[in-house]
């Protein structure tokens, strides 16, 4: 049986951004890359550089657009932008949430965490799932035979990942594997999903980090 047409659709989680304050921004605007994150964007453009890309989308927030433009560059692309790679709804933006001395020592935000499963205090998993899958195949169709380069968040993009794995989408985040600027990239024969590979191209880095 001959394979189909071959399309990859890379998942690139945005670098490191500038957050002096701690808190988690969630879709706040303002927030752009540190400039350890500008280097992470560069690293990625570097290992691309010999990819096939033909379609670069991102997020609309700022630091996702930042993380997408030196690949685009490389390419000689514009980027465009899907709604849909958003980072997830979350009622804790501005908020600290680190153990010790965040908003969840206060009692007045119990009533959030009462169903982890959904989450309560932001956008349902399988919401995240469905539009993130969505924006997926818009650009497997954009770049078919090539490959494409979405740039998102890590929530959006780990909770994708275990959907199409047939895990359950509620998890740990201590335990998601997806640093910040790395890969994760979906591999189509077709609109057959065949693979999925993950690679760090800018090193590893821990998935607690707040609010990336």
Not at 57 to 73: D, G, Y
Not at 134 to 155: D, I, K
Request: glycine share 8%; hydrophobic share 40%; with cysteine.
């Amino acid at each position: 049986m001959s394979r189909g047409t071959r399309t990859i659709v890379h998942l690139l989680r945005h670098g490191e951004v500038h957050n002096p304050e701690g808190v988690l921004y969630g879709r706040m605007p303002g927030y752009r890359l540190s400039e350890r994150g500008r280097r992470q964007a560069l690293l990625v453009a570097e290992a691309l550089a010999s990819h096939r890309i033909t379609y670069v989308v991102a997020s609309p927030l700022e630091r996702a657009q930042e993380t997408a433009a030196p690949a685009a560059a490389a390419h000689r692309l514009d980027v465009a932008t899907d709604e849909r790679l958003i980072e997830a709804v979350n009622q804790f933006e501005g908020l600290k949430v680190s153990v010790g001395d965040g908003a969840l020592r206060q009692p007045k935000h119990w009533p959030k965490l009462r169903n982890p499963l959904l989450p309560s205090w932001g956008e349902p998993y399988l919401e995240i799932a469905h539009r993130m899958l969505g924006a997926v195949h818009a650009a497997r169709a954009a770049a078919e035979g090539h490959e494409a380069l979405c740039v998102s968040h890590q929530l959006p993009i780990w909770t994708l990942r275990r959907f199409l794995e047939g895990k359950r989408l509620w998890h740990d985040p201590r335990r998601r594997q997806c640093s910040l600027a790395s890969l994760t990239s979906f591999v189509f024969d077709d609109e057959q999903l065949v693979d999925i590979v993950y690679s760090e191209p800018a090193g590893s880095t821990d998935p607690r980090v707040t609010g990336a």
